[in-house]
């Protein structure tokens, strides 16, 4: 049974950095979509970041272009942990944010969140002005 543990959240004033952790477990994939996505009150869901994950990283990587720039996506397959570098981080990043996994997203569907099978309990997320 896949499990994603996400850590890293807190509470940073904008401009602040911090760096989310989704460490994956009970998978066999050599090749596995994973994303990024992040729901703040009373909004919906929203796809941050997303790539496949193999061996040596991550690769075709996209990202929402509200983040470009600002946040990268990164993989570490001897940690089996997926990250996500936030820098320069604005009030309206404040959110929950979700790690999530897919063996049948593409690219093309990247943000489409019901695409994904496996996701996290979620982190949170708070940036002050």
């Known amino acids: 049974q896949v499990q994603l543990v996400e850590s890293g959240g807190g509470a940073v004033q904008a401009g602040g950095s911090l760096r989310l952790s989704c460490t994956v477990s009970g998978y066999t994939f050599s090749r596995i979509f994973m994303g990024w996505f992040r729901q703040a009150p009373e909004k919906e869901r929203e796809a941050v970041a997303a790539?496949?994950?193999?061996?040596?990283?991550?690769?075709?990587?996209v990202y929402a272009d509200s983040v470009k720039g600002r946040f990268t996506i990164s993989w570490n397959n001897a940690k089996s942990t997926l990250y996500l570098q936030m820098s320069s981080l604005l009030p309206e990043d404040t959110a929950m944010y979700y790690c999530?996994?897919?063996?049948?997203?593409?690219?093309?569907?990247?943000?489409?969140?019901?695409?994904?099978?496996?996701w996290g309990q979620g982190t949170q997320v708070t940036v002050s002005s």
């Open positions: 790539g496949y994950t193999f061996g040596r990283g991550v690769n075709d990587v």
């Open positions: 999530a996994a897919g063996e049948q997203v593409s690219r093309p569907f990247w943000a489409d969140a019901g695409r994904y099978d496996h």
